[in-house]
């Protein structure tokens, strides 16, 4: 076995960074980070779009800073978000960069395959919720001349490890979030194919988590000076790794990954794609060891991620928290996942001019848009956790928050009020621990997943917010709202 340096890459819309763990001889596991760096899409040719190159010399230079700090032998593992691909030509070489699920090419492309294929057919056969930046539509209306050339379609996470190791995979808990892997067969689905013009062929070998991709390529990075790493295809979709990372213990815990978006659901070993789970919207992922994660995309924390950008940083997310505490809750309520929040020009005045729209109090200081975007996260969670019970057909005893919103007291707190269950929140670094127990469980380091997670609630702080001031009859009110708007 090799030495137990683990290093995971973990690469989010807005960041990235590099993070170190071992497993000491307590059982317990270390995190350091070793680098960081920010990350974002830009405008190409009227599309926006992820500078990739960008990506792959930041994680060069985190290796580099690991070899310099005496790393000489490890493992990586690489997950980032879901849906967005690179096209490679027959040379190998990358066609142009890939476009961000942000982009608004595929607005209004939803009526549009729904004239090919009913998207309820669609949900059926893949499980997957129906959002218009999805790998199948983002394909639906993909430049064709670059499909012609395309000779492969590689997932973020599987690009760059192909960049590192010179091999090519489609590695299964991403591939599962792009609407056109059949839940029945456990392949790619023809109808849905033919409907793309397209063929199995441009799609590299399905792997699950815990493949062994390969060896780093030193030479062909010479201006580095890099350890001797071997790459390991973990579960490549960030929430797959976070979900893969948090301590969950039975089917009645529920769990929010809480980064730029927030993923509320539960670990299953079965699909479902019922018509219940159609209208409400719920995905069903391809998870780690056979599982299955049922979720709700919820807009999360991108929502203050803008709000911080749009006034220049002047204030830290702590300190948002801070300034919302001080105002009166639930003045105002919106809808957290209304599409006009997916990527505004300005989030702040968004808020503001919905709140005009819908005739609510409309919040004027940076408190009080702090303060609307987490009542109304914490609305939305009750509101999607209530749906989960009725359609899984049983209650929730705990909901786990993991990520960087696990660090949110006072989002945890109004939570834990509007659901009525214990929230346990963390650990924070999930989706970097799961990436790096998915490595260990593959180095044979852990003999089972249900150890793994032992260790992650041994090794990491996790707080605990039981529910306090009951707000049902707001939850009640927003309920109705939602209903009548």
């Known amino acids: 076995m090799l030495e137990n340096k683990y290093i995971a890459v973990d690469i989010g819309a807005s960041s990235g960074r590099l993070m ?35 990506l792959v010399q930041e994680i060069l230079l985190g290796l580099q800073k690991a070899k310099q700090s005496g790393i000489e032998i490890c493992t990586v593992g690489i997950d980032t978000w879901a849906v967005d691909y690179c096209l490679i030509d027959k040379n190998g070489d990358l066609i142009s960069e890939p476009v961000a699920y942000r982009d608004d090419r595929t607005e209004g492309v939803l009526p549009k395959f729904a004239k090919e294929m009913p998207l309820e057919f669609l949900y059926q056969k893949t499980g997957v919720q129906i959002l218009a930046f999805n790998t199948v539509f983002q394909l639906f209306v993909e430049n064709r001349e670059k499909l012609q050339q395309a000779d492969k379609l590689l997932l973020i996470p599987d690009y760059l490890g192909y960049v590192f190791t010179g091999q090519m995979v489609c590695e299964k808990t991403n591939a599962s979030t792009m609407a056109m892997l059949n839940v029945t067969t456990k392949t790619w689905d023809k109808k849905i194919l033919k409907i793309l013009n397209i063929t199995e062929d441009l799609f590299a070998s399905l792997v699950d988590s815990g493949h062994i991709l390969g060896a780093l390529q030193t030479d062909k990075f010479s201006d ?61 992922e391809w998870g780690a060891y056979g599982t299955t994660r049922f979720l709700k995309n919820i807009m999360g924390m991108w929502l203050i991620q803008e709000v911080a950008r749009n006034q220049g940083y002047i204030h830290s997310y702590g300190k948002l928290v801070e300034l919302a505490s001080s105002h009166t809750p639930f003045k105002s309520f919106i809808d957290v996942n209304d599409e006009r929040f997916l990527n505004p020009l300005n989030m702040i005045e968004t808020i503001k001019d919905y709140c005009i ?71 924070s670094e999930a989706t970097a621990i799961g990436n790096i127990i998915m490595q260990m469980l593959a180095m044979k380091a852990f003999d089972n997943l249900p150890q793994a997670r032992a260790a992650v609630k041994n090794s990491f702080e996790i707080r605990t917010y039981e529910p306090q001031i009951m707000n049902q009859a707001i939850f009640e009110n927003y309920v109705k709202w939602r209903g009548n708007k």
């Open 20 to 54: 170190l763990s071992e497993l000491g001889e307590s059982g317990k596991l270390s995190l350091q980070e070793i680098h960081r760096f920010k990350n974002r899409f830009r405008l190409k040719n009227d599309l926006a779009c992820w500078d990739i190159g960008h």
């Open 357 to 427: 729209e819908k005739t609510q109090n409309s919040p004027v200081s940076a408190g009080g848009i702090a303060r609307v975007i987490y009542d109304n996260l914490a609305l939305c969670y009750a509101f999607e956790l209530a749906a989960l019970e009725k359609l899984l057909g049983y209650q929730m005893t705990c909901l786990h928050i993991v990520g960087g919103g696990a660090n949110n007291h006072l989002l945890n707190q109004l939570t834990a009020n509007l659901t009525g269950i214990k929230v346990e929140a963390g650990p």
């Open 224 to 284: 580095y000076d890099l350890p001797e790493a071997t790459f390991i295809t973990v579960a490549s979709h960030d929430t797959a790794s976070a979900v893969l990372g948090t301590p969950l213990k039975n089917k009645h815990e529920a769990y929010i990954s809480s980064g730029t978006w927030s993923l509320l659901g539960v670990e299953t070993h079965h699909f479902n794609v019922s018509q219940n789970a159609f209208c409400a919207n719920y995905t069903n």
